[in-house]
């Protein structure tokens, strides 16, 4: 999650002073990116980001909190740390924001590991949508997305398995898979319970991913179904973890 979107997750941030807006700051490089530089330099960045102006004594809220009482912020290797009180404090006012931002960081730090392509974009559309609060969307792109994986690792690693499998228990016409655009034609949880036959998941994955069918469903059709912020972060959590 970028230092904006932070930002705008802060509740009644007009109303916070450039002097509590640091103590935020560190939250976010510290907690919540776990950053490995939280100086005053990369803290003012972070302003900058937010297109806003630093404080002047941006240097000077950071020394005084080492002394100030209560104690604010500790001094570490990396730069400065929130003291445990200070952390507890904003981790409590941003509340279900901060699972939401724990999520978004989990989310790009896996977009972060994949390699430059179709699957990293499509991750990152679904990561957008999350943050944008679509929910819906990020579900639907999420599954898709782990449709898309389990299609290519059957494809390349089970494919003996799975045939045999589908052999036993034919699809409308199809009874094996000579391409990886033929999993498209399958019933998705038809594909599921070929993949738990041919071993390529396990019976826990399976479970998953039938709960995560019916979610994607309720969220593919127009309904008067809401899909909570909870259940877009249980859903997209157990696909993607």
């Known amino acids: 999650m970028s230092a904006d979107r932070f930002y705008n997750a802060i509740p ?42 630093p404080p002047d004594r941006l240097a000077n809220y950071l020394s005084e909190g080492l002394k100030s009482n209560p104690v604010q912020y ?11 009180t200070l952390k507890e404090k904003i981790s409590a006012e941003l509340g279900e924001r901060r699972v939401t931002m724990q999520t978004s960081a989990e989310l ?20 957008d949508c999350f943050e944008a609060g679509a929910n819906r969307a990020a579900i639907i792109m999420t599954w898709v997305l782990t449709m898309n994986h389990l299609h290519d690792y059957v494809f390349k690693h089970h494919l003996v398995a799975f045939n045999s499998a589908f052999k036993k228990a034919p699809y409308r016409k199809m009874d094996h898979v000579n391409a990886i655009d033929d999993f498209g034609d399958m019933n998705e949880k038809k594909f599921i ?24 469903n309720s969220c593919a059709h127009p309904s008067s179904i809401v899909i909570k912020r909870s259940k877009a972060i249980s859903t997209i959590e157990d696909l993607v973890t």
């Open 12 to 53: 009644n941030v007009a109303s916070k002073s450039g002097k509590e807006l640091v103590a935020y700051f560190l939250y976010y490089l510290t907690v919540e990116t776990k950053d490995q530089n939280s100086t005053a330099g990369v803290l003012a960045e972070c302003f900058r980001e937010c297109s806003l102006v």
């Open 74 to 84: 500790l001094k570490v290797p990396s730069g400065y740390a929130l003291h445990r």
């Open 108 to 127: 790009r730090s896996i977009e972060s590991m994949l390699p430059d392509g179709d699957a990293k974009a499509f991750l990152r559309e679904a990561i």
């Open 193 to 216: 319970e070929l993949c738990r036959s041919a071993s390529a998941i396990t019976h826990d994955q399976r479970k998953i991913l039938d709960v995560a069918l019916d979610i994607r």
